[in-house]
Nanobody
Framework: QVRLVESGGGSVQPGGSLTLSCAAS????????MGWYRQLPGQEREMVAY???????EYASSAEGRFTISGDIAEKTLVLRMNSLKPEDTALYFC????????????????WGQGTQVTVSS
């Protein structure tokens, strides 16, 4: 079992910045993806950004240009730097990890943290 712990959430005014961090522990071998998702009030969970073990990063259109994902899969840490925050960024942010212990064509296992709240308001 992989355990994920998010931190760094809080309340900021529009235009402000926050940095979210995620630390993984447990059965953390064979990680192929680490990323951030968020769940807006009353909405389904959506992808914000992710990085892969091959060095590929991807952003949701709403995040690109404002958010920056970084980290090291080998070190099992992940950081999301969020700038120019908007009220519509208010959400519960989750760290997500995918493992493929049987190889890239094998079964994929998904793990989630419990989330950290980000609130953007005046």
């Amino acid at each position: 079992q992989v355990r994920l712990v998010e931190s760094g959430g809080g309340s900021v005014q529009p235009g402000g910045s926050l940095t979210l961090s995620c630390a993984a522990s447990g059965s953390t071998s064979s990680i192929i993806i680490m990323g951030w998702y968020r769940q807006l009030p009353g909405q389904e969970r959506e992808m914000v950004a992710y990085i892969t073990n091959t060095g590929v990063s991807e952003y949701a259109s709403s995040a690109e240009g404002r958010f920056t994902i970084s980290g090291d899969i080998a070190e099992k840490t992940l950081v999301l730097r969020m700038n120019s925050l908007k009220p519509e960024d208010t959400a519960l942010y989750f760290c997500h990890v995918s493992r493929a212990p049987s190889g890239p064509l094998g079964r994929v296992y998904d793990y989630w943290g419990q989330g950290t709240q980000v609130t953007v308001s005046s």
